[in-house]
């Protein structure tokens, strides 16, 4: 349940989605994996299984669905999936309130892609490192006539590190608009991202930092983010908090803005799978073109992974 300060009450589903997923023993430590998951609509948007735009418009339609091959030499991925830029962003958990209207992702917006035909490799971990790769190939329609011929028409790699409560990450992605760029066409869409969280007896601290080149297939824009978080456990129960800070750049002054917010969220734990939270978020976004916009929204919530 959210409420807006124009107040206008909405029932929100946030994010809610069910899969299923499996696998089965090859021999010679090998194993067969699979994952099917798709969006749930359980408000009033006329159908429970449908579409779903992707981050900025980038992609859409189901969650990640794939089959692949795990063993000790890692683990390949083919199907539709998140690219490692956005798997090494999630993996860092500065998330604190995820899901919610203080996530990072809500406050400020990564450039993450669910990607349709995906190739990715997952490395093992080496002394608390893992490594990721993505290619993703047929995906530039405008390279001369020579449609979707390429392998890595967009690519992504990442890195992740886990040990003594620290978590940490960097991730890279490369993704062309084809003949879908602004003002021209055969962009490349370049993204960088590093964050980390470390986690010290109740409390744990966050922070990200990303930049975007070339930004929404912009040639003259690039795009500039960071997002501070934090929490404080006591019981069954935490404060969750988050800074963000973002802005968008363009030679075109119709476009770029900048974008500031904070948000503080309280949930309570009835078990590892069943929370509740009240949440309160206020953004200001200031236009290169146009008045300012302030949002501020409050959120009553329950989350249940089963």
């Known amino acids: 349940l959210t409420i807006s300060v124009s107040k206008v009450w909405k029932v929100n589903s946030r994010t809610s989605r069910i899969g299923f997923k499996g696998s089965e023993d090859l021999g010679n430590g090998l194993k067969a994996i699979w994952k099917l998951e798709n969006t749930v609509r359980i408000t009033d948007t006329g159908s429970t299984f449908g579409s779903h735009n992707g981050a900025r418009g980038h992609w859409g339609s189901a969650r990640n669905a794939y089959v692949g091959l795990a ?3 890692g683990t390949v991925l083919v199907g539709r999936h998140d690219t490692p830029y956005k798997m090494a ?3 860092t958990g500065i998330d604190m309130l995820g899901d919610s209207i203080i ?11 669910r990607a349709d035909n995906a190739i990715a490799y997952v490395s093992p971990n080496f002394s608390g490192f893992t490594f990721l790769a993505a290619a993703i190939p047929g995906e530039d329609n405008d390279d001369g006539g020579d449609a979707r011929d390429g392998l890595a028409d967009h690519y992504s790699f990442g890195a992740i590190y886990k040990g003594g409560g620290l978590k940490a990450s960097l991730g890279y992605a490369n993704y062309n608009s084809g003949s879908g760029g602004i003002g021209d066409t055969d962009i490349d869409q370049k993204v960088a991202q590093a964050s980390a969280s470390f986690t010290f007896g109740a409390f744990k601290i966050g922070g990200s930092y990303e930049y ?8 003259d824009a690039e795009y500039n983010a960071w997002a501070v978080t934090g929490q404080w456990k006591f019981g069954n129960s935490a404060i969750n908090g988050v800074y963000v800070d973002s802005n968008y750049n363009s030679e075109d002054d119709t476009r770029g803005e900048e974008k500031d917010g904070w948000g503080v969220g309280l949930e309570h734990n009835f078990s590892k799978r069943s929370k509740i939270y009240a949440a309160y978020a206020s953004a200001t976004v200031e236009p290169d073109n146009g008045s300012d916009d302030d949002n501020d929204v409050f959120s009553l919530g329950m989350i249940h992974i089963f």
């Open 71 to 73: 063993s000790d030499w």
């Open 212 to 219: 975007t080149d070339n930004y929404v297939f912009d040639d």
């Open 103 to 113: 996530d990072a992702n809500s406050m400020y917006g990564i450039v993450e892609v």
């Open 89 to 91: 962003f999630y993996s």
